[in-house]
Each structure stands twice: as C-alpha cells, then as structure tokens.
C-alpha cells in the first residue's frame, strides 16, 4: 500500500482557484488508479474524480465536471486537483485515495478505495 498526505486547500473567494495535491510514499504509486473524495459537516464522503495510473483516463462528479481537472506525476508521486470556479457548496475536507482493482467504468464508490490521507480543508467564502 501508499501513505497519501494531502495539502493545498485552504479560504478561497467564490469564483477562485485551489490546486490541490496528493503526495505518496511507497514504491507501488505508479501501480493504482487514483480518486479524490470531500466530505461535508453532516454529510457523506463523495466522489469528486478519479484517475488511471497512467494518467490517461479521467472521471468527474457532475457536480466539478467542466471545473475540477485531476492529473497525476508519477516521477513526482503525486496526483493533482486543480478546481476553478469555485463554489460555497465546494467547502468540504478533500481527501485523496488509492483505487483497488483499477480505473473502470465506476470509480465513485468509496468502499474501493484504501490508503486514505488525512484530508486537507477547503473553504469557500466571501
């Protein structure tokens, strides 16, 4: 497995910018399909994107799509969440975390995912 330490978040107005990012230790990295989750005072942890380990398949929540880009540098260990426009409802603690099984046709599940970071705030206010 991977130890993931997420960082970036942080108070941003309503229409800013946040580059997230996902930084792993552990030689496997490169091996699992990435996600990132957020999760909301009194609500359940949701999926936010997904990423293959080559980087060259995606997956968006409807809710950031067009929005929020995942990408990944494996050479760096690490995976990315840019999100722009951002919005009040965005606030939530985001979480990365390693995919079990690979990327597929469903990636938003959270039971499939192990190796979760500690999380990293983001506020959204004006």
């Known amino acids: 497995q991977v130890q993931l330490a997420e960082s970036g978040g942080g108070l941003v107005q309503p229409g800013g910018s946040l580059r997230l990012s996902c930084a792993a230790s552990?030689?496997?990295?490169?091996?699992?399909?990435m996600g990132w989750f957020r999760q909301a005072p009194g609500k359940e942890r949701e999926f936010v994107a997904a990423i293959s380990w080559s980087g060259g398949s995606t997956d968006y929540a409807d809710s950031v799509k067009g929005r929020c880009t995942i990408s990944r540098d494996n050479a760096k260990n690490t995976v990315y969440l840019q999100m722009n426009s951002l919005k009040p409802e965005d606030a939530a603690i985001y979480y990365c975390?390693?995919?079990?099984?690979?990327?597929?046709?469903?990636?938003?599940?959270?039971?499939?995912?192990?190796?979760w970071g500690q999380g990293t705030q983001v506020t959204v206010s004006s």
């Open positions: 975390a390693a995919k079990a099984y690979g990327f597929s046709g469903s990636n938003n599940y959270v039971h499939d995912y192990h190796s």
């Open positions: 552990g030689r496997t990295f490169s091996r699992y399909a």
